[in-house]
């Protein structure tokens, strides 16, 4: 696990000691659910854990904020454990502590990361489509309709970025994608806001983060994307809100 020492608790927060910046970050998670009408009342939202940073952080915000919120909706976490890398018990543990703190039911399904069906390939590619098929099913056998996804702004940009350098293709990451005919949803409440302050609240509370366990996190072409993406921003630092801007998502709503 990542050294805690001087990190602050993040009871600190649930209990209400929430600083100006972190207001910001669940008020700008707030302000895309708004804007693109992800959760009604009375909607039940199955969070979608990794056990890393964003997923951690959205479920801070979307817990948080319904002690303030005028309206109501009810939070399932789930996170895929994969039985090729299972995550050790002490974490298990600590990622219990933490949605039970969150006032979240939490579950861990153990599940292959390289079925057979992947014929001996394997690709972040096909890893995500295996790890959303594991989802849908969870979500159509309980009746959920709403699926949130850590995803943020430079998960976002990366993704257009990857898809037009290297696809040929101008497409991006939706904040709220519609699946079978509108019966499932995937929604990303995190789009607007910068990876640097899901990152900051890891660095200083103490979330109970898992280093990442895939063997290609540090290697795939996201990773290399990061510091040419940063680079840019240098330039303008508005590049990203750019990027996400370019795709006018309002238009189409
Ligand atoms: N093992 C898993 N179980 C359930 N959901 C997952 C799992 N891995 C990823 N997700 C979902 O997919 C999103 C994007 O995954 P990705 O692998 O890019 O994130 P990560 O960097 O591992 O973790 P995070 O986004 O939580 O920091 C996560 O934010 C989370 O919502």
């Not at 298990?92 to 039970?100: R, S």
């Not at 303008?236 to 795709?247: F, G, M, S, V």
Request: glycine letters at 4%.
């Amino acid at each position: 696990m990542e050294e805690n020492i001087e990190k602050r608790s993040y009871t600190e927060l649930i209990n209400g000691d929430i600083p100006p910046w972190v207001m910001r970050f669940i008020k700008g998670a707030g302000k895309a659910i708004n804007r693109y009408n992800m959760i009604k009342e009375g909607d039940e939202v199955l969070l979608a854990v990794s056990g890393g940073k964003d997923s951690l952080a959205l479920a801070l915000a979307l817990s948080l904020r319904l002690k303030w919120l005028p309206v109501s909706y009810k939070l399932k976490a789930l996170m895929i454990n994969w039985i090729e890398h299972p995550i050790d018990d002490e974490h298990k543990e600590a990622l219990k502590e933490y949605f039970k703190a969150l006032n979240i039911e939490f579950e861990i399904v153990d599940e292959n990361q390289f079925p057979t069906s992947f014929k001996g390939d394997f690709n972040c590619y096909l890893c995500s489509r295996n790890r959303r098929r594991i989802l849908f099913e969870y979500a159509a056998k309980n009746d959920v309709k709403l699926i949130a996804m850590g995803h943020h702004l430079d998960d976002l940009v990366e993704t257009t970025m990857m898809n037009l350098c290297f696809r040929a293709n101008f497409a991006t990451m939706l904040p709220v994608q519609e699946f079978f005919d509108g019966k499932l949803h995937i929604i990303r409440p995190l789009i607007e806001i910068h990876e640097s302050v899901t990152r900051r609240l890891f660095e200083q509370y103490d979330l109970p983060v898992i280093k990442p366990v895939c063997p290609y996190d540090q290697t795939n072409i996201r990773a290399k994307l990061k510091p040419i993406i940063k680079e840019l921003s240098h330039i303008d630092k508005l590049t990203r809100e750019h990027i996400y801007n370019a795709h006018n998502f309002n238009l189409h709503l």
